[in-house]
């Protein structure tokens, strides 16, 4: 038997995600299970070159600590308003926001957390859009301890997709 304690629900805040946090609020009810809600902000300072000098950039890296709190805050902010959309009675946690990787942010999340499922919205690219973006997604699905369902946003009931058109478009 399948026992769900805790669903993590990664959200990059896009469409995708949205669709996903249906499938995650759904599925921790029907189990009773707690649902964490975790935003990773990719961490430009990661990116930034140091041209071999140890500081790209004067004065850049000093700012930085106050940087991430004034993010922080903002996003922990739009998790508030997010988990307060979620229907009644689901037991979301608070939101966590992590800097890093998003694909390893996740991965240390679901495993120092002890998820048992991690539910998240893939945007389902394919060919070379894929190849240059790459997809957490399916990073995370292939890496994680735990079980992972992943949700095409274009696949939600009401979605308009080629073979599922919206209800106002008459056709002749």
């Not at 950039?57 to 508030?80: C, H, M, W």
């Not at 926001?97 to 998003?102: L, Q, R, Y």
């Not at 308009?160 to 056709?171: I, V």
Request: proline fraction near 4%; charge should be negative; charged fraction near 25%.
């Amino acid at each position: 038997m399948v026992n769900l304690k805790r669903i993590l629900f990664p959200t990059d805040f896009s469409e995708c995600a949205d669709a996903a946090a249906a499938y995650a609020c759904d599925l921790a009810n029907r189990y009773d299970a707690e649902l964490l809600v975790l935003h990773v902000i990719h961490d430009a300072t990661l990116d930034v070159p140091d041209f071999g000098m140890g500081l790209a950039f004067p004065g850049y890296l000093e700012n930085i600590p106050q940087r991430r709190k004034e993010i922080t805050s903002a996003v922990q902010q739009s998790l508030d308003l997010l988990i307060s959309k979620f229907p009644e009675g689901s037991k979301a946690a608070n939101g966590h926001v992590k800097f890093g990787s998003p694909i390893s942010e996740i991965l240390e999340f679901a495993e120092t957390q002890n998820i048992d499922l991690i539910v998240m919205g893939t945007h389902g690219r394919t060919g070379f859009s894929h190849a240059i973006l790459g997809s957490v997604a399916e990073r995370v699905l292939r890496h994680a301890q735990c079980a992972v369902l992943t949700i095409r946003g274009d696949q939600v009931d009401g979605a308009a997709t080629p073979d599922n058109k919206n209800d106002d478009e008459t056709s002749d």
